[in-house]
């Protein structure tokens, strides 16, 4: 593979595309103590391969919290030449790796990866949704685990006009937990208010990256001003003040779940990767 995705000599590199339920994970990332997403695969690769290779090199589009789903995530592994020859005639597959995993999370697909992919800095966009059911909405106990449930009634379209004041180029320093030499400046193209027919709330919001906490605060802010504990005037002055407020909570992570992320030609993957790390160590970004 191309020196652009610093894949290492004698390895190959793997596109993995998955999903999974976030309620009883303590994130994507691996901790010590703790069940994530990231430990189960890796675990689930050793046993595959009968060995480990330094958490075979895996990095992820988007590093979701403890309790936050996803619909579609996409990560890279990359595996030597002889962890491949183990495999025999059977390939890397969805099959195999999903028979090694448990039923929350689900291998969608497997497939050798361009030249120059990374799943994190070849990204050019991220999808979330964020679910509410609140006082008008149909109970249904099947979804309690990837709604937010709320005791009262809120107006979708008092929320709708509020995020319309959030969206492009802004600073988002007052919804992101402070990263020391990290960027809060995001171009929010999206954000979205709709109500479905069994009255859920769903709010999309698209960004070329996000910073940690940056959905489920503005979902908060939102959903504050909907209830008339902040108004429209005051959410986008706390906007342009760019520093972390109590007048809006952040919101539960069990209605959050990542749904897409967007890529370019496989023909650019080396070049986005390249200029996304370039403008990480400028401290330009924070993906």
């Given amino acids: 593979m191309s020196e652009p995705a610093g894949v290492p000599g004698g390895f190959s590199r793997f ?13 994507w990332a691996k901790q010590p ?10 675990v689930a690769l050793t046993k595959l391969f009968g060995e480990s290779q330094d958490g075979f090199g895996m990095r992820v589009a988007g590093r979701t919290d403890a ?8 990560c890279h592994i990359d595996i030597t030449s002889a962890q491949l020859k183990r495999l025999g005639r059977t390939p890397l597959s969805t099959k195999r790796l999903n028979s090694l ?22 990204a050019t966009g991220r999808r979330y949704h964020y679910l ?29 006009e ?38 859920l709330i769903q709010i999309t919001l ?23 504990r902040l108004s429209v005037e005051e959410l986008e002055r706390v906007q342009k003040g760019a520093k972390r407020t109590s007048k809006f909570r952040v919101v539960a992570p069990r209605g ?20 996304a790390r370039k403008r990480r160590d400028l401290g330009e970004i924070s993906v």
């Fill in 101 to 122: 995993l448990v039923p929350e999370i689900a291998i969608l697909s497997v497939a050798l990866a361009p030249d120059g992919f990374d799943a994190r800095f070849s």
């Fill in 132 to 160: 509410i059911a609140d006082q008008s909405a149909k109970p249904d106990p099947k979804r309690n685990r990837f709604v937010l449930t709320l005791p009262r009634v809120v107006d979708e379209k008092v929320m709708a």
């Fill in 162 to 199: 509020a995020a319309a004041k959030l969206v492009g180029l802004k600073d988002f320093g007052a919804f992101c937990k402070p990263r020391a030499k990290a960027t809060t400046i995001r171009n929010l193209k999206k954000l979205e208010v709709v109500r479905h027919r069994d009255g």
């Fill in 33 to 42: 103590g703790h069940r994530t997403i990231q430990g189960d695969l890796e």
């Fill in 15 to 27: 596109r993995v595309d998955l999903a999974y339920d976030g309620t009883d994970f303590s994130g």
């Fill in 256 to 275: 959050l779940s990542l749904e897409s992320v967007s890529y370019p030609p496989d023909k650019k993957m080396g070049f986005q990767a390249q200029n």
């Fill in 206 to 228: 698209e960004a070329d990256a996000f910073c940690h906490n940056m959905v489920r605060a503005i979902v908060g802010a939102i959903v504050s001003v909907a209830e008339q």
């Fill in 67 to 74: 309790g936050v789903h996803a619909g579609h995530q996409v």
